[in-house]
């Protein structure tokens, strides 16, 4: 098993190709590239575009033990979304019904449509797994700064990116805490931990309030002004110069978009990629 | 003249009746290395947040009297302007750590300042150098780093804005052993090596002692005792009363002379608590 | 002043509350923070657990507490081993105070946070009731704080919620970890004393801590964590005595110890825990008036 470091985002790979990449780069994969299966429902295509990912996993040298960890998510997000258009789906005379329970219809039209859609969701997950696994926090905060997002919003996100460590941290010594007092959640069925769940929002809540106060006095200490200036200039921007666009990184970009622009241009002029033309559809049952 | 200057001043917060200071004259020379004890609650916070313009501008209060620092009356500049000569370090290097790397938390004030590019750079290497923080730690997330790495990357982050007054409110207290070693090693660098302000509140006075040209007692809001170390030990029992420890050899020396063994002065360090203990023993030895 | 000699109340005769066999713990992420430890406690015992950050001593007392279960060997609170006993079993036998009470307050009165864990105990309202009173006693808390909430009490009273939140659960073991971290050195003494008190009546103590000072005055026995293992337990005294092994795990001893071991030459007590010690044998020096002959005072050891 590959060595992995420990992020707040997930596990990362020690090295790996995609390092070399500038973190803008990687910004506008998380965006473009999660769009790819929000524009294409032929089914087909998008589990295509999930082996393509594995495959990227593989190159980026990020351990596919990351993705089990998402196992149960996957299993779940299936099954929500089954049931979901189960019943919400509708029911026309023309619905080929596979099971009957009482007065719901399992209809094999609905349960292809959460077949599609699952399909879709599975791809833009994988996407974002692979953004999470491969982003370090700073790459966050300079991706953004490199697209010119205003200060404040860079700036935020990032902090809050710190704020996120600090209260996972603080979870998991509440529950431990929470133990300590004879209530353990793995011990509880399912109904009661969601209600117990709120338990923790009150110290999380509490923590992060007495330490607001800190935080705030450290960035005035450091002469922080939300506006990004100071009195006769402009703030720096030390972090991203040291990052470099290199040619690598604007081929990719430049593939991104394109494939973007191929996918919109093939779907809009054809329809190649729309659900009729899916093997599902010519599934018959008697 | 004075870097700091505060002329009767006195500051109590929003919604309390007691002041938390007041009647505070005080005046700290360029240079300086000074120390601040006194037990929880009794004003010592409050004290050190006047002198870079947090108090007044970042809390609620009534304001008695009048701050002058590098020539900036508090209650006219902001923070961010004051922050420029006046570093300050907290207690918690958890919550002052405001960003994901080593480098984003020493550059993130030089930025805000506006220095370029190639500064920045040469300031980041003098003050991590200053801190004892490898290079290699550049890209460290915090959650990898100990307490007292934390602290110290605090510390260079405020040393590299080369302000020239800097101020550590209880820079040990959260640390273990290690990280409070490592933590005075650096002030005693930053003596030797930085001339700046420096002003220090601290519970453990043991390491202090030998580094500070004076010390300064709060208590229940006032400055009580205001000297250099040699003659603000002098009275352990004062210091006792009014909730401060000093270090131990200190007392069990300051035992010595009530009982007429010993009439030097007090020791600062455990070596001089060694000899001046030999002097007085074999006194009695001798007897 | 603090009492340093709380004499032997239980240690050495006592019922086994804590037996850790042979315990390696291993975090999700592979570092390794116990290597095959070793140790029991008995009820009654006053004890410090010290070493830096990441020796392990945290690690351990959680193991004890039954918060963390052991990758290899076993923990046996009271007999019960840790992996079987049920969570709220484990809860009324070893209590932990963490550092922080932030951490540990999630009600919105004092009265509900200390009634927290008995009612997860599902024990009837009377005794609730009963045991929030008696609880908050105890950790001196008057009654005008039932209705207060914790969020918008002082530091120092969110503490003494959060031990009356423990002592409601009436565990026979209580760990403290970093009591008198951020606390000035009378509301040290104050905690201490308030654990002396308990462990005067029969609570056995564990406090977990990097002060040195407070494990020379209040602790009876020692252990010394460096990696994951237990390099020395012994009494105090003799602990602080073992330079060179506190050195490995980059402990020093207190200052005083330091001055009593520079002084040996002339008699001074070795591994003296508190300048009163040194003091009172001076007196005893000084009281053999003429005679210049240095007279051992040995105390307890």
Known sequence: MPKMRRSLLGYLPEESPIFSLHPVTKVLFLLVVSAYPMLTQLPEANLAGSLFMLALFKAAKVDLSVIKGYKMAFVNLFFVIAIAYTFFGGYRPEYTVLLRLGPIRVCWENLRWAILVYLQLVLAILVIIFFLSTMRERDVVVGLRTLRLPFVVCYLAGLSLRSIGLSIIDFFTIREAEKARALDLAELPFSEKVKKFGLYIVPLVGLAIRRAEEVSNALDSRAFRFSGLFKGGKRTDYIPKKYKIRGADVALIAIMFAFLAAIVFVNYQYGWLRAENSLLYRVRFG | MPVIRMENFGWRYEGQERWALRGVNLSVEQGEFVAIVGPNDSGKSTLVMAMNGLIPNNYYGVIEGSVVVKGMDTREHPVADIARHVGFVFSDPESQFLSMTVEEEVVFGLENIGLDVDEIRERVEWSLGLAHIPMDYLEKPPYELSGGQKQRVAIASILAMRPEIIILDEPTSMLDPVGKTEVIEVLREMRRSYNATIIVVEHRMEDIAPLADRFILVHDGRVLRDAPPREFFDDIDFLLEHGVFPPEPMVFVSELRKMGLYDGPIPLTLEEAISASREALSGLRGR | ?301
């Open chain 3, 1 to 301: 002043m603090g009492s340093a000699e709380v004499s032997g109340a239980g240690a050495g005769e006592g019922e086994v509350a804590v037996d850790v066999q042979n315990v390696t713990f291993v975090y999700p992420d592979g570092t390794v923070a116990l290597r095959g430890v070793n140790l029991r406690i008995e009820r009654g015992e006053f004890l410090a657990f010290i070493g830096q950050n990441g020796s392990g001593k945290t690690t351990l007392s959680k193991v004890i507490a039954g918060l963390l279960k052991p990758t290899e060997g076993r923990a046996l609170v009271f007999g019960m081993d840790t992996r079987e006993a049920k969570t709220s079993y484990l809860a009324t036998k070893v209590g932990y105070i963490f550092q922080n009470p932030d951490h540990q307050l999630f009600n919105d009165t004092v009265y509900n946070e200390v009634a927290y864990g008995p009612r997860n105990l599902k024990l009837p309202p009377e005794e609730v009731e009963e045991r929030v009173r008696e609880a908050m006693r105890i950790a001196g808390l008057s009654d005008e704080y039932r209705e207060e909430h914790p969020f918008f009490l002082s530091k120092g009273l969110r503490q003494r919620v959060a031990i009356a939140s423990i002592l409601a659960m009436r565990p026979s073991v209580i760990i403290v970890d970093e009591p008198t971290t951020g606390q000035d050195f009378k509301q040290s003494i104050e905690i201490m004393d308030f654990l002396t008190d308990l462990n005067r009546q029969g609570y056995t103590i564990i406090i977990i801590t990097h002060d040195m000072p407070i494990v020379a005055r209040y602790a009876r026995r020692t252990v010394v964590m460096a990696d994951g293992e237990i390099l020395m337990d012994a009494p105090t005294r003799k602990v602080f005595e073992e330079a060179e092994v506190l050195e490995r795990a980059f402990i020093k001893p207190p200052q005083i110890t330091l001055l009593a071991d520079a002084l040996a030459d002339l008699g001074a007590p070795r591994g003296a825990l508190t300048p009163w010690e040194l003091v009172e044998w001076v007196r005893g020096i000084a009281g053999e008036s003429g005679s210049g002959r240095v007279k051992e005072i040995n105390k307890g050891g």
